[in-house]
């Protein structure tokens, strides 16, 4: 019989890193996913009950390989955390067009392939749970990191509309929403800093123990903390015109 695992993508650092942590806890066996293999082994042997796969899952035919890899290893997948993903900052028409389709294909392609091998056998199964980290993000348009935005804007649509689909068959779908977060996302995108956005920065074990309890409750969407919600519903009854000037203007 196959073991059942909980597989977390982009799990070397960030948010990444602390679901593993914390879903070790629990005493869940985890596949930890992720490019920077050095990483990824040092956590798996830090948390015991882990093992690690290097992989590049924004490449062409990458979760269909992890995929085989689980099940090679005799194992299946009853829980589903979808965090990889990294973000740009600049203007669209500067930004390198491979690295921006790079983006797409990790942030939304990946994390769309995983959740749709794995969604059948949990159906079949009546039980199972898929976690899609999204963001605050996906509630507006983002000039200034327009496909990151948008790609979160995907994500947490594609995750409601699960919910529905899967939630009559005994499968959660949760998706989370972070706002900014102490992570290295900032690095990797190219942020410049901002003293007001690190100020209201949450840090990651506050935000994965929100996202995992929405999860265990059945929640569709989850949005950690009092400011990042109050901004999440303003931006959706805000007129659209004054919503992206705004975002537009946040200097990062």
């Known amino acids: ?20 942590r914390q879903l070790a806890k629990r005493g869940q066996r985890l596949v930890l996913a992720a490019r920077r293999g050095d990483r990824l082994e040092a956590l798996a042997g830090e948390l015991g009950n882990a093992r690690a796969v290097t992989i590049d899952l924004s490449q062409r035919g990458a979760a269909a390989e992890l995929l085989r890899d689980i099940e090679q290893a005799g194992e299946r997948v009853d829980l589903l955390v979808n965090n990889a993903g990294f973000g740009l900052y600049g203007r669209v028409a500067d930004l390198d067009a491979g690295r921006q389709r790079e983006m797409i294909d990790l942030n939304c392609g990946a994390l769309l392939e995983l959740a749709r091998v794995v969604l059948p056998p949990m159906i079949g199964r009546k039980s199972g749970a898929i976690l899609n980290v999204a963001s605050t993000a996906a509630f507006q348009p983002g000039p200034g990191m327009a496909v990151y935005f948008a790609t979160k804007a995907f994500v947490l649509s594609l995750s409601e509309a699960l919910h529905e689909e899967a939630r009559p068959h005994g499968v959660r779908v949760t998706a989370l929403c972070p706002g900014p977060t102490k992570t290295e996302f900032g690095e990797v995108a190219g942020f410049v800093g901002n003293r007001t956005v690190d100020r209201w920065s949450m ?30 519903v303003s931006a959706q009854l805000a007129p659209r015109a004054l919503v992206r000037k705004i975002a537009g203007a946040i200097k990062f």
């Open 203 to 232: 840090d990651s074990p506050t935000v994965v123990r929100a996202g995992l309890a929405g999860l265990d409750r059945g929640q569709a969407v989850v949005i950690p903390g009092a400011l990042n919600k109050t901004g999440a």
């Open 1 to 20: 019989m196959a073991v059942a695992v909980a597989l977390i993508t982009g799990a070397s650092a960030g948010l990444g890193a602390e679901f593993a």
